[in-house]
């Protein structure tokens, strides 16, 4: 059994909680998180983050379920030392850089960690790599429609928003053209639209809220935003999931003129859920490279769909290729 | 430059010759076949069979391009001996005894060859190996609409056909429940239907051949299947290409209550071209592994997406991660 531990319980980790009791070949060791007395769903020991040195020898993948923004950044590097670890840090641009300390991380402490996993970095990324490299032709990614945190968190940053939620959704007639071929260059407002729910505090003013969202630069000013004021109750009933997916499809013609198209496509009615399932598939792969004496860190694009399985590789050659 | 051959230039083999020509790290060194006297449509050095052995040492990788029923068994463990191979053998309850033979004669000769390299076996067993692996739960693959080479010879081979093509086309309604996530088990005939079209001899008698296709074991009589006789000029102008595709679903809940779908759709104009594109992405894979100390046998569920492209891995990292 492969011993699995989870630092960071918040809608990852309680998916990866989830993951792991109906891996067959996994045993949830402990959870760890910053927080005090907590208990967690499946009754699995829950430490505070200080008590993890006690585990170093009882762990054999430590799966990072903080967030991108400010946990990953400080406790890749601090865990990596001490175990391998599997992360979904997902800020696209800070990738390299993050990468690298990883990597030079995990060579000196002999561990090994898989970072950005997850399905966009992940599994979508595999794709894109995968249209580029078969096809060379143009792709394009779509997301949605679903729920976007760093959209629905600038939301609530403004003032007179009690709550909000915002829907990343693509242009149908854009997708439309991507799967006839037409291989165009889109600008952004192009392929997505935005689509807010908010809940305003009394008295505060629509107009300027509406206007706020509509022209924040990078998140709404260069897309096509709609704003609905809604109520608290409606909000609650309604926008109380966290559905995400999206599309890649890539396209190129053959001979000239025959017309080539690949899509890989996601709908989640849980993000989180459906990330913990990439992650904890994932942590198997680092195990076995660990067992194999890699170290560093590693991207999906450096590990074959083989060590994914809990199944032999020639049960996979006979069953599933 | 990876210096590429070519064995076998049948429509997967000119396929080929167009993707090596297109790839930036490629070299096109000779086309081998059994005729005399080919001529290659972009005026590559064509070469007998006979002559392989001078180019031992003027080829990284061999691409075989011969069929799965009669050449790729012979041909594969000679070749495998002298050259490193990527080939698309697809005869599935074949691929572990193939595998055998290839990683045995591999091993001993230092060489790596790449089977069942293509869309199904290949990409299309990737997604079920990662679908499997990540969410556990059913998925299904669905094939067409495209001609099945297999079942157009089926027909071809009945007494008073002329000529013949059949498309195996995925059922409509079984796709929506699957999409929907339904999770139910099907048979053949609830999956698939079977579409021919058939020009007969000149007073054949088209109620014998009908019967003959419909109740054919194995390859029809567990379809829902149709008929149509159509003219020469018919069959000419619109059956004249070779289209294919199809889908690889899966499904899950996660939380037992929200369902997660991933799809992997392919639309093909050119089944054998598109084909060629992944061979010829592998052949990179093979080339690099090969460098390594590599050899035996492989299939696309051993090699990490990085090793397709012809970008460094710090690249893709930076731009398609």
Same sequence: chains 1, 2.
């Avoid at 060791?29 to 993890?52: H, M, P, Q, Y």
């Avoid at 993050?98 to 990324?125: C, E, H, V």
């Avoid at 143009?138 to 949605?144: D, H, L, N, P, V």
Wanted: hydrophobic residues 40%; contains cysteine.
């Amino acid at each position: 059994m492969i011993k699995i531990g989870i630092l960071g319980y918040g809608n990852i980790g309680r998916g990866v909680e989830l993951a792991v009791k109906n891996a067959p070949d996994m045993e949830l060791v402990a959870i760890f998180s910053r927080r005090k007395g907590l208990k967690s769903v499946s009754g699995t020991v829950c430490e505070i983050i200080d008590n993890l040195e006690a585990y170093v020898d009882k762990i054999d993948v430590l799966i990072l379920c903080g967030g991108s923004a400010t946990d990953l950044p400080v406790q890749g590097p601090i865990m990596l030392k001490y175990f391998n670890t599997v992360d979904s840090f997902d800020t696209h641009a800070k990738i390299p850089e993050y990468f690298d300390r990883m990597n030079q991380t995990g060579k000196n402490s002999g561990k090994l960690g898989a970072i950005s996993i997850g399905w966009d970095p992940g599994l979508f990324s595999l794709m894109r790599v995968m249209f580029d490299s078969v096809m060379g032709g143009k792709f394009y990614t779509f997301w949605g429609r679903g729920v976007s945190q760093g959209h629905s968190d600038a939301i609530r940053r403004i003032e007179g928003v009690k709550k909000g939620i915002q829907y990343t959704v693509p242009v149908e007639e854009t997708v439309k053209e991507v799967k006839d071929g037409l291989n165009k260059t889109y600008t952004a407002r192009q392929m997505h639209t935005r689509e807010c729910y908010v809940v305003a505090e009394e008295g505060a003013d629509l107009a300027q809220i509406e206007n706020s969202i509509k022209s924040m630069p990078n998140y709404f000013a260069d897309y096509n935003t709609t704003v609905h004021f809604i109520s608290d109750k409606e909000f609650d009933e309604n926008h109380n999931k966290m559905p995400h997916g999206g599309m890649v499809i890539g396209s190129c013609f053959t001979n000239s003129k025959n017309k080539e198209i690949t899509e890989f496509k996601l709908t989640l009615d849980s993000n989180p859920e459906f990330t913990a399932l990439v992650l904890v598939a994932y942590a198997r792969a680092v195990y076995r490279l660990s067992k194999c004496g890699i170290s560093g860190a590693l991207t999906v694009l450096d590990i074959p769909f083989k060590l994914l399985s809990p199944e032999e590789n020639s049960v996979l050659r006979e069953k599933l290729l």
